[in-house]
């Protein structure tokens, strides 16, 4: 015992003689470094270094554009894009605040995807390079896939799947929904062909026609695939419709419906027991192996997720699934989506091409809900309202809760709510299926 | 490249994901069915035990008619208890 501390005691006292030893030799190494800058330093007046200085700031890159920059990622930059074309998407990223802050859209996301985008279009400070904080970001869990997935666990623990096991067959108008994806999928290409406007190839098409899935996470999981760099115009139409399901949809459900059908009242879900939500994400798990295992990342997190939830013994997981874990991922999601807002891959014709294509989308989407409930009505033992076909596009619990405003409007008493919440949530697992479908094409 | 109908391929995908889609979905409603007969024949729904099991406090009930009648039971078995020594 003595031994050792002796040893430590010998220890300490080298450790405190080498210590100022050390630290004086690397001194005298800065100070020779120094003056050798020193004598390299070259006398300047105090008006030239104003001048230099000058050129470092953020108005002087605005307003001079240089030939043959490239961005922080080394891809070249026109020289629009250096002046214009970045103070055009810093106002574009004030406008999406605007809409995130005043107007309540999607805020949770549409806030981070902005802030990111304004940091994009900062000249010389690379921050969405491979050694900027947005471009790490980004290299860690948009580029590989990450992050969507994480969200999507976070999604399977906080939704309930209880509405859809107790009238399964409202599963079918989540399927009817994804109508939306293929046909804007078509859309698309036809546009391409047809017109001079746009060139998508079928890739990009496909990446597109995602948003009527109306699910922000598999549009950024299969643009990350297939088309990345049109995933910040993708993901920011998806997110903007998603918000305005409460304005798109409500016209397009009522074009479709009489005020009879609008008025039918549904039967009273049964309870669900224990054992059917736990066996709910096994059966989806594995038919989805069986099926397209292409899909089986996304409906894998998803059901994770549920499953977590159901078990009823890991709450803690679950909550923070639910919570911390998808909060933390939404941040990093929506800064690293929000640096593909450069000005030089957003304002590209393309732009536009995806913001019609996406509202397009969306309301076929809502159409074929809408038309499938309809038909199912026709044919059904219990009444089914055709309102709640809309919410077969996934946007949760937006557009089930749209369905149950608009049946309110016509009989105050009539609650679609939780009828409506089993074609939405059946639509999540419709849209991920239909981006496994498209992934399985381009293999 | 060029004389390939991009249309007609998107037409083709369009058949391919409804039909993925459909078929998926209608087997889970088939699955979902079938497990909620099984369910029903071999666990009959006894009490539902609440999936999301919030830690609540037992609940204690206030009503005097309730607490009368907890003190009578407890009264009556003390009073058997007696009798029985």
Same mark, same amino acid.
């Given at each position: ?121 900062? !000249? ?125 949809? !409500? ?75 998808? =909060? ?56 089914? =309202? ?10 949760? !619990? ?46 | ?24 979905? @209608? @087997?889970?409603?088939?699955? @979902? ?53």
């Amino acid at each position: 015992m003595k031994n050792l501390i002796f040893v430590f005691l010998t220890f300490f006292a080298i450790s405190f003689l080498a210590n100022p030893l050390y630290a004086s030799s690397s001194e005298n190494s800065v100070q020779t470094h120094k003056v050798v800058q020193d004598n390299q330093h070259e006398v300047k007046s105090i008006s030239a270094m104003f001048s230099n200085f000058y050129k470092t700031t953020g108005i002087y890159a605005f307003l001079n554009p240089r030939d043959g920059a490239t961005n922080a990622l080394g891809e070249p930059l026109s020289k629009f894009a250096q002046s214009w074309g970045r103070i055009i998407m810093i106002f574009i990223t004030f406008l999406l605040f605007y809409l995130a802050i005043a107007k309540g859209f999607e805020p949770l996301l549409l806030l981070p995807i902005a802030f990111g985008g304004l940091l994009a279009n900062i !000249p010389l400070a690379d921050i969405i390079g491979h050694h900027g904080f947005i471009g790490t970001l980004f290299d860690a869990g948009i580029k590989n896939e990450l992050f969507p997935l994480i969200i999507f666990m976070g999604v399977g623990a906080m939704t309930d799947f209880g509405p859809l096991i107790a009238n399964p067959k409202t599963a079918l108008l989540g399927a009817a929904a994804q109508f939306g994806i293929f046909g804007s999928l078509v859309g698309a290409v036809a546009l391409s062909q047809y017109t001079p406007l746009f060139d998508f190839t079928l890739k990009q098409a496909s990446a597109i026609s995602i948003i009527g899935g109306a699910d922000g996470p598999t549009s950024i999981f299969v643009a990350s695939k297939l088309s990345p760099d049109l995933m910040g115009a993708i993901a920011v139409a998806a997110y903007s419709y998603m918000a305005l399901v409460p304005i798109i949809q !409500p016209p397009i459900m009522r074009l479709f419906t009489t005020k009879e059908e609008r008025k039918i009242k549904m039967v009273q879900l049964r309870d669900v027991g224990k054992i059917e939500k736990l066996m709910f994400p096994l059966t989806v798990l594995i038919l989805s192996i069986l099926i397209l295992p292409e899909s089986t990342p996304l409906i894998g997190a998803l059901t994770f997720g549920n499953f977590a939830r159901v078990s009823g013994v890991v709450d803690r997981l679950s909550g923070t699934m639910q919570n911390a874990l998808i =909060n933390i991922v939404t941040i990093f999601l929506g800064l690293g989506v929000g640096s593909k807002l450069a000005a030089e891959k957003f304002l590209v014709a393309d732009t536009l091409g995806i913001l019609a294509l996406g509202l397009v989308a969306f309301s076929i989407g809502t159409m074929a809900g809408v038309l499938m409930a309809k038909v199912m009505n026709k044919f059904s033992k219990d009444p089914i =309202n055709p309102l709640i076909g809309s919410a077969g596009v996934s946007a949760v !619990p937006m557009a089930a809760r749209v369905s149950n405003k608009v049946g309110m409007e016509s009989d105050p008493t009539n609650m679609l709510l939780m009828h409506a919440m089993g074609p939405n949530v059946a639509g999540v697992i419709g849209s991920a299926v239909a981006a496994g479908v498209l992934l399985s094409i381009f293999k | 490249m060029d004389n390939v109908n991009l249309v007609v391929e998107g037409l083709k995908f369009m058949v391919l994901g409804m039909t993925t889609v459909y078929l998926f979905l @209608l @087997l889970m409603v088939f699955v @979902l069915n079938i497990i909620s007969k099984i369910v029903k024949k071999y666990f009959p729904t006894k009490k539902l035990s609440p999936i999301y099991t919030k830690r609540e406090a037992p609940k204690i009930s206030n009503s005097t008619q309730d607490n009368d009648a907890v003190v009578a039971a407890i009264v009556a078995s003390i009073q058997e208890f007696k009798k029985q020594n």
